[in-house]
């Protein structure tokens, strides 16, 4: 069974609004990782944020982190057409191996 | 750097036949993976190497599916014989630290008929 489960599965947009994914998790983690991917294409690292970590920021996204609740959750600011894509979380349980969710599929409309 | 090649990207083969997918990781990175990814999931970990000793093939359909990694540097994955359930993407990724960021290739997509 899969670790993550992000929520929505699916979510449509305009572009300029924020976007909002969410991830939880059952089991204690070492870290969180979230993966961007466009149709047809391999996965891409977006953003890892560890265990004892709150929040984090890269460019547009952030990221939180509740361990008490077993969630995590992907922001996009300012969207773009671009962002269009599937969103997947991955967790990190025991140092080695990542398992990933299901994904959250973003349509960003022009 | 250069990134993680697959090849090849697109083969349908029908169902008994056997198929082989190579994987270049990116060059020290000393952990390698392979996920499958069937259409609307997540990737699914089939095996993971670590050099050129395997530390994680607990997904790995047995009966069928191999892999190897040679001198710690490329993969081969093969499916023998296949299943129309194995129609999917393979991909392969490869990360400096187990767990750490993984870089993707672009992934081979496999139709069995």
């Known amino acids: 069974s899969q670790q993550g489960e992000e929520d929505p599965q699916a979510l449509s947009i305009q572009e300029g609004e924020n976007a909002t994914m969410n991830c939880s998790y059952k089991?204690?983690?070492?870290?969180l990782q979230w993966y961007r991917q466009n149709s047809g294409r391999g996965l891409v690292h977006l953003i890892l944020?560890?265990?004892?970590?709150r929040e984090k920021h890269s460019g547009r996204l952030r990221v939180t982190l509740d361990t008490s609740k077993k969630s995590s959750s992907l922001l996009i600011t300012a969207s773009r057409a671009a962002d269009t894509a599937s969103y997947f979380c991955a967790t990190d349980t025991s140092g080695s191996r990542l398992t990933f969710g299901e994904g959250t599929q973003l349509t960003v409309n022009p | 750097e250069a990134g993680v090649a697959q090849s090849p990207r697109y083969k349908i083969i029908e169902k008994r036949q056997s198929v082989a997918f190579w994987c270049n990781p990116i060059s020290g990175h000393a952990t390698l993976y392979w996920y499958q990814q069937i259409l609307g999931q997540g990737p699914k970990l089939l095996i993971q190497f670590q050099n050129n000793g395997v530390v994680d093939d607990s997904q790995l359909p047995k009966d069928r599916f191999s892999a190897e990694r040679l001198k710690g540097v490329d993969s081969t994955l093969k499916i023998q014989p296949a299943k129309l359930e194995d129609s999917a993407v393979y991909l392969c990724a490869s990360s400096r630290t187990r767990a750490g960021e993984l870089f993707f290739g672009e992934g081979s997509r496999l139709t069995v008929l």
């Open positions: 944020i560890r265990s004892n970590e």
């Open positions: 089991t204690s983690i070492n870290n």
